[in-house]
């Protein structure tokens, strides 16, 4: 636990407790680690600026950044340009940076932003709160990058978006070396947590009233590669189906290079393993994986896409894609439509290629015209659409029980509806019961309609079962009404704060995987 002395920061002079802001950009990796940052900063005393805060009414405001996409550096520098004069006026106003990018740019942030407060790498988010309050004494930039991990991100204090969804890290870092990403060099190379920590981990979630948890990893199936044992992630993935109370699990992002046999077979053979599957594809023609460095080729990624259709024919299966990749030609894009009808996807999250500067495709001959990219990324996109319609459709009629989710309906409060995942994870918006439902609870409802990226359950619902989920989220809720706020004497106590949409799963786009 943090000390009083550590917690000082977080009280200024008249005892009003400060508050923080923490901005996430990038993959799932990134939003999970932000969990920690949050954790981390309300361990030392720091409570969260309210929703709805005008910018720059924050205390704290920590960046959380991304350097995959090609302007990143060019946003986060818009934005802290923005901060400037707003610190200028309130002198006790901190800014830090940290992520891949802070780990990419080290110096230049303070160089190029004078007024940042923090530097701080992937490697040693821990370090927030003991930074601020030396830059605060000090009254000078602290810039500190770690070279290596210094404390796995699950070990630390975290603040958890959703009271019954969870993001649960299994390993950081990626040993692979794709042309187009930068990851593996921001990252360092895949490190994997001890199995028994990990599952001491999830039980200690399910007992706060967690029902569904994430497996979260760079190339989530490589799992087990530290100790040379390839089907450590299939017995992970059992293990996790004997923790009583886990009623879903799901995993993201898995490389089709490390998806073998044991896997599928966990997958179909573990009642709470749901039928998801999100395998990054990035491109169907072999020339292109190649040049990428991508291990598989077209056949094999559609081997294991036609293996897990056999084991789990109701399986939802999504994907990535990266559209105009140095040297693309049409029969190259050609390859990837033809993969895209042949797998069926449910969706696919879908990229028109950037330069990522410092990675290898960056140099490479054959950049591909802006609006030869554009052209093929709409071809792409529409049949992609006509393809998720397709599939939804096919769930009209389906009896499917739903989580209901937070914030995952913006049309909710209009419509009379509540929104929530099926076990395959699409999105379905229901008819509100007439009883009291909860985020966390289920609900049994019948599919009377289907988009392409939503399914609408219109009649009545079959049925609706409380859960422990729901009550956790229904005591967070009590408790964050009954938190006092203002002047506080003495060392401050944070209540459980109010909880904010937890982000569905989804795939980290082409940063990964």
Request: charge should be negative; include cysteine.
């Amino acid at each position: 636990m943090t000390s009083s002395s550590d917690r000082t920061g977080a009280v200024d002079e008249v005892g009003v407790t400060r508050s923080y802001e923490i901005r996430t950009y990038g993959c799932q990796m990134n939003v999970h680690d932000s969990e920690r940052l949050s954790g981390l900063l309300e361990d030392a005393g720091y409570v969260r600026a309210p929703e709805g805060a005008a910018e720059g009414e924050a205390d704290i405001v920590v960046f959380n950044t991304c350097a995959v996409r090609e302007n990143a550096d060019n946003k986060l520098y818009g934005n802290l340009g923005r901060l400037a004069p707003m610190k200028s006026k309130r002198p006790g106003m901190q800014i830090a940076v940290g992520g891949c990018l802070a780990q990419k740019d080290r110096d230049t942030i303070v160089k190029r932003a004078p007024w940042v407060d923090v530097v701080f790498g992937t490697h040693n988010i821990g370090k927030l709160p003991v930074l601020l309050e030396r830059a605060r004494v000090q009254e000078e930039a602290q810039v500190e990058i770690a070279e290596s991990l210094e404390a796995f991100p699950s070990t630390l204090p975290t603040r958890r978006e959703s009271a019954y969804a969870a993001w649960v890290s299994i390993s950081v870092g990626c040993n692979n070396t794709c042309t187009f990403c930068i990851v593996p060099a921001l990252r360092g190379k895949e490190k994997d947590r001890r199995t028994g920590d990990i599952l001491a981990e999830i039980e200690a979630l399910v007992a706060e009233g967690v029902s569904e948890i994430t497996l979260l990893g760079q190339n989530v199936n490589a799992y087990g590669s530290d100790i040379g044992d390839r089907e450590a992630f299939s017995k992970l993935l059992r293990a996790c189906g004997r923790i009583e109370g886990l009623e879903r699990v799901r995993f993201t992002s898995p490389h089709p290079r490390d998806f073998t046999d044991d896997v599928i077979a966990a997958m179909a053979e573990t009642p709470n393993v749901m039928p998801q599957l999100h395998m990054p594809l990035q491109s169907g023609s072999d020339t292109v994986l190649k040049a990428m460095r991508r291990s598989y080729r077209q056949e094999r990624f559609l081997g294991i896409i036609e293996k897990v259709r056999a084991a789990m024919p109701d399986a939802a299966i999504s994907t990535d894609i990266i559209v105009g990749f140095p040297g693309e030609t049409e029969e190259d894009f050609e390859q990837t439509m033809h993969v895209v009808r042949e797998a069926r996807f449910a969706n696919a999250f879908t990229f028109q290629y950037s330069k990522r500067p410092g990675t290898p495709a960056a140099t490479m001959d054959g950049q591909i015209p802006k609006e030869v990219v554009q052209a093929r990324y709409e071809r792409l996109v529409a049949l992609q659409e006509e393809i998720s319609w397709e599939e939804n459709k096919k769930q009209v009629g389906r009896v499917v029980d739903v989580m209901v989710a937070e914030g995952e309906g913006r049309k909710d409060g209009s419509t009379q509806r509540l929104s929530g995942r099926a076990p395959d994870n699409r999105l379905v918006h229901f008819a509100k019961p007439d009883e009291d439902v909860r985020p966390g609870d289920v609900v049994t409802v019948e599919i009377t309609y289907a988009a392409p990226h939503h399914l609408l359950a219109e009649g009545p619902a079959k049925a609706v079962r409380r859960t422990r989920a729901g009550d956790a989220w229904e005591k967070r809720n009590a408790a964050a009404a009954a938190k006092p706020a203002g002047v506080m004497l003495g060392i401050p106590t944070i209540g459980a704060p109010a909880p904010s949409a937890a982000p569905a799963p989804a795939g980290c786009g082409d940063s990964c995987g």
